[in-house]
């Protein structure tokens, strides 16, 4: 994080506020997320929903503003999954540009991975019985020991217990997130201060498990694009509207081109299998054809695909963009890398 922040509250578009958060200036647009039913996954999701934000709310500059104490941490690691990306907090008064951070938390060295695996660790004091603990701060050599970094980044479930600061909490989780981070961010459970101890190796009941916050918010923002590219897809006949034909037009186009400027190849002859556009999606980075295409020139990644896609709708889930957008990148050779500036880093 800079030491020096470039941005005021005022130069913000959206201000995401949850109960307890600090005022919003005149003239920010304001969501505030209410919880809804069920257990605190399951509220937090609803509140998304309920909230009737959309991927494309967080193509603009995004800040959440966090309330005092742990539990923004929570709604603060759904937004996360549901942009798509890391967006900036407000918290104890000061603005944290979490948006221009280093996402390669590989940066911090660490000691080896450790030659028994870490079924629990704990970051953050103070320190349980029966949990590997280590600490972050100013104590430590460049913020992160060696130590440190090694327990953060192998362990395969790490729990955070976050410092009382509202501001230094989401800095930590910030770090922790990058520090574990494989393909993308991963996220830790957050203590609540009432876990059991010791520490069973499968014992789930070891806080809030903010990783499965954020794929289950990461899963709603699959939902909406799909919604929206089955809109895009079910298209009428041209109705002589040369936006209409546009995009029908762009529908046509070989599926086998808009992956190369995806960025994505074909290892076999026969051009069927492709690496999918969407490695961030993997947890192996995406190495390898997982991609089927399929002579209606339709193509479909297991993974990431419940159905097969056509090029509009393909070109919308991966680089999280509209059907006009779409049509443009598509047909419109001399604006792929103007287009490319605008890819969603989910």
């Not at 320190?127 to 603990?133: H, L, Y």
């Not at 037009?249 to 069927?272: C, F, H, Y």
Request: glycine share 8%; charged share 25%.
């Amino acid at each position: 994080m800079t030491s020096e922040p470039m941005h005021t509250l005022a130069d913000y578009a959206l201000a995401i506020r949850i109960e307890g958060s600090p005022p919003v200036p005149e003239g920010v647009k304001t969501v505030d997320l209410i919880p809804g039913d069920g257990d605190v996954i399951s509220s937090t999701i609803g509140a998304l929903r309920s909230s009737e934000l959309t991927p494309a709310d967080f193509r603009s500059q995004a800040i959440f503003l966090a309330p005092t104490g742990r539990h923004g941490l929570v709604a603060y690691a759904a937004l996360c999954g549901f942009a798509g990306r890391r967006i900036d907090a407000y918290a104890d008064g000061v603005i944290l540009e979490f948006s221009r951070l280093d996402h390669d938390g590989g940066l911090f060295p660490d000691a080896g991975r450790p030659d028994e695996a870490l079924a629990w660790a704990q970051v953050g004091e103070p320190f349980a019985d029966g949990v590997r603990c280590v600490s972050l701060g100013p104590g430590q050599p460049g913020l992160v020991s060696r130590e440190a970094a090694t327990v953060i980044r192998y362990a395969a479930r790490l729990r955070m217990v976050p410092p009382d600061s509202t501001r230094d909490s989401l800095a930590m989780f910030a770090l922790v997130a990058a520090l574990r981070r494989r393909s993308d961010d991963r996220f830790p459970f957050l203590s609540t201060g009432e876990e059991p101890v010791p520490v069973a190796e499968d014992d789930a009941d070891q806080g809030i498990d903010l990783e499965k916050i954020r794929r289950e918010a990461i899963r709603y923002r699959r939902e909406l694009r799909l919604e929206r590219g089955r809109g895009a897809g079910a298209m009428a006949p041209p109705s002589g509207s040369p936006h209409d034909e546009r995009i029908l037009e762009a529908d046509t186009v070989d599926i086998r081109t808009l992956l190369r400027r995806l960025g994505s190849s074909s290892d076999g002859p026969d051009q069927s299998t492709w690496r999918c556009p969407r490695p961030h999606r993997h947890g192996n980075g995406g190495e390898g054809a997982s991609m089927n295409v399929y002579a209606d020139n339709r193509a479909r990644c297991p993974q990431c695909d419940a159905e097969k896609l056509g090029p509009i709708r393909l070109a919308l889930d991966v680089l999280d963009i509209t059907p006009d957008e779409a049509a443009c990148f598509i047909l419109d050779s001399d604006r792929v890398v103007d287009m490319c500036a605008v890819r969603a880093d989910v």
